[in-house]
């Protein structure tokens, strides 16, 4: 396992997974953040965030990266959690984050093997080796654009496992049945987009809203927030990303 300069405190270890049911190997990233060091006796949440290469490090991100080790560092110590970062798959991007065969886009729908993948192989690798809690309210997905789509799709049909979930400017485009559950648990769900990112985000926004309502989600158990300015963009997923964190784990 590699292991990348120690920053304030937290280091990020780096280790490659197989996804056996789709015999690809992936990079993993895994933030552990100062407080693991400096409370031994604790346990943490997790948050299992897609689209692992643009987290963490300029050099590795497709566009900008979001930053999260200096933010990670900046969040008080009670507050911080483990970062597992899962790098996405290139050309197969658009196959692993839909749950469903799109004809047009052509991707073949493997979004139900690869959540498989980290309930069944990832996850208790990372609950073996390290100090998580690892009950559905410690266990978080996050992710933005298609890995937003995903996140949303795995605390909705997938609720017994991921307890909360950061859903930012999502794709529901490409998925318009994403709307469509009934949940068995509820799950803390932070949605986030920007009037600006696209023509119709503000739409799907609203949609989003009124499924989770329809479907009987408490008021006090998801959060859509509807930005009048951002660009679809690492950047502003960033600048979000603690104030996302904060409402997850209050």
């Known amino acids: 396992m590699a292991k990348t300069k120690q920053a304030n405190g937290s280091q990020i270890f780096i280790q490659d997974i197989l ?15 100062e407080a693991y060091y400096k409370f031994p ?17 300029p050099k590795t991100a497709y566009f900008r990266s979001w930053n999260l080790q200096k933010i990670m560092d900046g969040i008080p110590h009670k ?13 197969y991007r658009g196959s692993e984050y839909l749950p469903h065969h799109h004809h047009k886009l052509f991707h073949h729908g493997e979004g139900d093997i690869f ?4 309930i069944n192989e990832l996850k208790p690798k990372v609950d073996l080796h390290l100090r998580t809690l690892t009950d559905r309210g410690n266990t978080m997905i996050a992710g933005s654009s298609l890995g937003g789509l995903l996140s949303f799709y795995a605390a909705t049909r997938y609720c017994h496992i991921f307890g909360k979930a950061g859903v930012l400017s999502p794709a529901f485009w490409v998925f318009p049945h994403i709307y469509h559950f009934t949940p068995k648990h509820f799950s803390k769900i932070y949605v986030l987009g920007s009037k600006t990112e696209s023509g119709g985000m503000s739409k799907t926004l609203e949609r989003t809203y009124h499924a989770l309502k329809d479907a009987g989600y408490p008021e006090n158990s998801f959060r859509v927030t509807i930005k009048d300015r951002g660009r679809h963009s690492e950047v502003m997923w960033g600048k979000e990303f603690k104030r996302m964190l904060t409402w997850l784990m209050a």
């Open 19 to 33: 996804i056996s049911k789709l015999k690809r190997t992936r990079t993993t990233r895994i933030l552990l953040p």
């Open 41 to 57: 006796e604790r346990r943490f949440p997790v948050m299992y965030m897609l689209d692992g290469q643009n987290l963490f490090d």
């Open 79 to 91: 507050n911080q959690i483990i970062l597992v970062g899962i790098d996405n798959g290139g050309h």
């Open 115 to 118: 959540i498989d993948f980290i």
